[in-house]
């Protein structure tokens, strides 16, 4: 009961051999937990937006990155930041950019959808969006009116365990059957 299925979705996303744009949203924390698990043993990258003016967003996501990677980098583009990421963790890499509903009245989004259309099948990525605030992030990511509209692949909304699920998971143990 340690979300097992929304890792084996995830999973089955990265096994597919194609570029991947993933939403995964739901209950504060929840979407965060479950991807940086995912990330465990994968050349992968964490990246949370703290900033909702486009330009404090960009040099704090560069300074993550250069943190991240070592490698010292300021971007002015998003979908600079998203090539020079994907070119550097090589084969199948995971971009994970979380809070991305920060993302909104940014034009970042709009940046994302160029590299997406234009450059994703170069780098065969898998970026995954993490948010919460499931209002906004449906209409960001998910209505028709979104820049990526089309282009999500897979959208996951996580939710809080129900009661059994809760019990069993606090106790440690498998739910009892019957």
């Known amino acids: 009961m340690d979300r097992e299925r929304e890792l084996a979705v995830l999973e089955e996303v990265y096994a597919s051999g194609r570029p991947e744009l993933v939403v995964v949203y739901g209950q504060r924390r929840l979407g965060t937990f479950l991807v940086r698990r995912f990330l465990r043993g994968r050349r992968g990258l964490c990246l949370v937006v703290n900033y909702a003016e486009r330009e404090l967003a960009l040099r704090d996501l560069s300074r993550q990155l250069s943190v991240a990677t070592g490698f010292e980098a300021s971007f002015q583009w998003l979908r600079d930041l998203l090539r020079f990421a994907a070119r550097l963790l090589g084969e199948r890499p995971v971009i994970v950019i979380d ?10 989004l709009s940046e994302l959808q160029s590299f997406w259309d234009t450059e994703a099948h170069e780098y065969n990525p898998m970026v995954v ?6 209002g906004v992030v449906e209409k960001l990511a998910l209505s028709y009116n979104s820049p990526i509209h089309g282009r999500v692949t897979r959208v996951l909304r996580i939710t809080g365990f129900r009661y059994r699920e809760a019990r069993v998971f606090m106790e440690g143990g498998a739910p009892k059957t019957g």
């Open 129 to 134: 969006l993490v948010g919460s605030g499931v």
């Open 99 to 108: 809070e991305f509903q920060r993302l909104a009245g940014t034009g970042l």
